[in-house]
T-cell receptor, first 113, second 115 residues
């Protein structure tokens, strides 16, 4: 079946540091890949997406590239801010499965001033 | 433009009771999905509704049921509550099945505590 594996947190960084959160997946066919972010006490917000191999999703300084050969979709940001402190979820859907989202366990990121 | 609206925001119930959670999708969306997020974990898919029918279901018992109304809003019902049902319940909406490629809009969730 489909699955998503993320690096465990918490990841603690200083402001302006470089952030990488690893995500690998197992899926048949050609899934779409997503990163969602959850700020404390809130629901999930779509951060970025990629729908085919070698696509790069980007938003708010975050980037992730769909790597089919390594089945990965790692999230990166060059210079984090305190406001980036949140839980980040990697997820996938298969277009032949009515769009059910399969999430990873989430990675908590804490950015200190 | 209102996003996904869920009610109530918090709820405390006793074991064995029944609960109904409500969701109004984002304006223009017609597909609603429900997820359960236990503390410290990723959301788990419960089911998805489109055209007032359950289109897909996750690995949840029959105690979990739902409904979609003609205005696309939806309810999640849980019967015979267990302590393990304590979680954040998230509603997500999309237009048709575009969520599979474009992503979904999530509500802020209903925090259910079973005591």
């Amino acid at each position: 079946g489909n699955s998503v594996t993320q690096m465990e947190g918490p990841v603690t960084l200083s402001e302006e540091a470089f952030l990488t959160i690893n995500c690998t997946y197992t899926a048949t066919g050609y899934p779409s890949l997503f990163w969602y972010v959850q700020y404390p006490g809130e629901g999930l917000q779509l951060l970025l997406k990629a729908t085919k191999a070698d696509d790069k999703g980007s938003n708010k300084g975050f980037e992730a590239t769909y790597r089919k050969e390594t089945t990965s979709f790692h999230l990166e940001k060059g210079s984090v801010q305190v406001s980036d402190s949140a839980v980040y979820f990697c997820a996938l859907t298969r277009t032949d499965s009515w769009g059910k989202l399969q999430f990873g366990a989430g990675t908590q990121v804490v950015v200190t001033p | 433009d209102a996003g996904v609206t869920q009610s109530p925001t918090h709820l405390i119930k006793t074991r064995g009771q029944q609960v109904t959670l409500r969701c109004s999708p984002k304006s223009g969306h017609d597909t609603v999905s429900w997820y359960q997020q236990a503390l410290g974990q990723g959301p788990q898919f419960i089911f998805q509704y489109y055209e007032e029918e359950e289109r897909q279901r996750g690995n949840f018992p029959d105690r979990f049921s739902g409904h979609q109304f003609p205005n696309y809003s939806s309810e999640l019902n849980v019967n015979a509550l267990l302590l393990g049902d304590s979680a954040l319940y998230l509603c997500a909406s999309s237009l048709g099945f575009q969520g599979a490629k474009n992503g979904y809009t999530f509500g802020s969730g209903t925090r259910l505590t079973v005591v």
